[in-house]
């Protein structure tokens, strides 16, 4: 039996390899999925990539690449310090006040700035174009088309219970304004590999998902040597040498990362895709162990 500490997935051609059947949280690899969701609505030609959003200066392209402007309520005291203390999520709007988010912090397109708030942003906008709430309106678009099943979306500190490590510290879901999707890590995994490698999304659309802007170099205690964000995708050389396009998340009790290796001959379904979870508060340990599965290495071994 494989560590509970540790629980990986691996996706290759047309099979899935785990070490656990476990639910584990999907934390911050929500923002690929909504990325998706997003892009699902383009292709129906519900949204604009490059069309300012209605009453707001921003376009969804800037929106999903955090190049909106937008502020990051994880900047505030006062939410660590609510959440520390075990208190109920704030409303939506009280938390949009508190970190003033109707004052850009640059001009949308002339900076970055990774922001929980403009993944809200989005979320508003699939469930208002779908007329659904989050898990529904993930089902219709993403879950269903690509063949993705038993995720949900936690709601309450009991939706926590029965993931893998559980919830000891009684942490709500609500602190994830995007929402906070939780399911296998095979799921995960197999999300990413058919997002990426399959006719789910228009071409066009799956080029401007890993088109990065750069970010910089090395990320220390990290395994990139650059980093990069494209649509709802972290992008950047990593180690073992190669290009790694995906997202990292973490949380009170977890940390997660779901990566494929890019670059390699091996594009589409016949890429390697893997996803690692683990008892951490360290993202950089998750990384390193995603990154090592996608390039070969086994999800039993270290």
Same mark, same amino acid.
């Given at each position: 039996?494989? !560590?509970?500490?540790?629980?990986?997935?691996?996706?290759?051609?047309?099979?899935?390899?785990?070490?656990?059947?476990?639910?584990? &949280?999907?934390?911050?690899?929500?923002?690929?999925?909504?990325?998706?969701?997003?892009?699902?609505?383009?292709?129906? *030609?519900?949204?604009?990539?490059?069309?300012?959003?209605?009453?707001? #200066?921003?376009?969804?392209?800037?929106?999903? *690449?955090?190049?909106?402007?937008?502020?990051?309520?994880?900047?505030?005291?006062?939410?660590?310090?609510?959440?520390?203390?075990?208190?109920?999520?704030? +409303?939506?709007?009280?938390?949009?006040?508190?970190?003033?988010?109707?004052?850009?912090?640059?001009?949308?397109?002339? /900076?970055?700035?990774?922001?929980?708030?403009?993944?809200?942003?989005?979320?508003?906008?699939?469930?208002?174009?779908? /007329?659904?709430?989050?898990?529904?309106?993930?089902?219709?678009?993403?879950?269903?088309?690509?063949?993705? !099943?038993?995720?949900?979306?936690? +709601?309450? &500190?009991?939706?926590?219970?029965?993931?893998?490590?559980?919830?000891?510290?009684?942490?709500?879901?609500?602190?994830?304004?995007?929402?906070?999707?939780?399911?296998?890590?095979?799921?995960?995994?197999?999300?990413?590999?058919?997002?990426? /490698?399959?006719?789910?999304?228009?071409?066009?659309?799956?080029?401007?998902?890993?088109?990065?802007? &750069?970010?910089?170099?090395?990320?220390?205690?990290?395994?990139? +040597?650059?980093?990069?964000?494209?649509?709802?995708?972290?992008?950047? +050389?990593?180690?073992?040498?190669?290009?790694?396009?995906?997202?990292?998340?973490?949380?009170?009790?977890?940390?997660?990362?779901?990566?494929?290796?890019? /670059?390699?001959?091996?594009?589409?379904?016949?890429?390697?895709?893997?996803?690692?979870?683990?008892?951490?508060?360290? #993202?950089?340990?998750?990384?390193?162990?995603?990154?090592?599965?996608?390039?070969?290495?086994?999800?039993?071994?270290?």
């Amino acid at each position: 039996m494989p !560590s509970p500490q540790r629980i990986t997935a691996l996706v290759q051609g047309g099979s899935v390899s785990t070490d656990a059947d476990a639910v584990v &949280p999907w934390w911050s690899f929500a923002k690929t999925v909504l990325a998706g969701a997003a892009l699902a609505l383009v292709a129906e *030609q519900r949204l604009r990539l490059d069309a300012p959003l209605r009453g707001r #200066p921003f376009t969804l392209r800037q929106l999903l *690449q955090h190049r909106a402007g937008l502020r990051c309520y994880g900047t505030l005291a006062a939410y660590h310090a609510a959440v520390a203390a075990g208190e109920a999520p704030w +409303q939506a709007e009280a938390m949009l006040r508190q970190v003033d988010a109707d004052t850009l912090a640059y001009a949308p397109g002339q /900076g970055w700035g990774y922001s929980n708030i403009g993944y809200l942003l989005v979320r508003t906008l699939v469930e208002e174009l779908t /007329g659904a709430a989050l898990g529904p309106a993930l089902e219709r678009l993403v879950f269903g088309p690509l063949g993705i !099943s038993g995720v949900t979306v936690a +709601q309450a &500190p009991e939706d926590l219970d029965a993931t893998a490590w559980g919830n000891a510290r009684r942490y709500h879901p609500g602190w994830v304004y995007h929402g906070l999707l939780v399911g296998p890590p095979g799921s995960a995994a197999l999300l990413l590999h058919r997002l990426l /490698g399959t006719d789910f999304l228009p071409s066009e659309l799956v080029a401007a998902m890993q088109l990065a802007h &750069p970010l910089g170099g090395a990320i220390p205690g990290r395994p990139w +040597q650059t980093a990069g964000y494209g649509l709802g995708l972290m992008i950047g +050389q990593g180690e073992p040498a190669g290009t790694y396009i995906g997202h990292t998340g973490g949380g009170p009790g977890s940390a997660s990362a779901v990566y494929a290796l890019a /670059g390699n001959g091996t594009e589409g379904p016949s890429r390697r895709t893997a996803a690692a979870f683990a008892a951490v508060d360290d #993202p950089g340990l998750v990384e390193a162990q995603a990154m090592r599965i996608a390039a070969g290495g086994s999800v039993r071994e270290g």
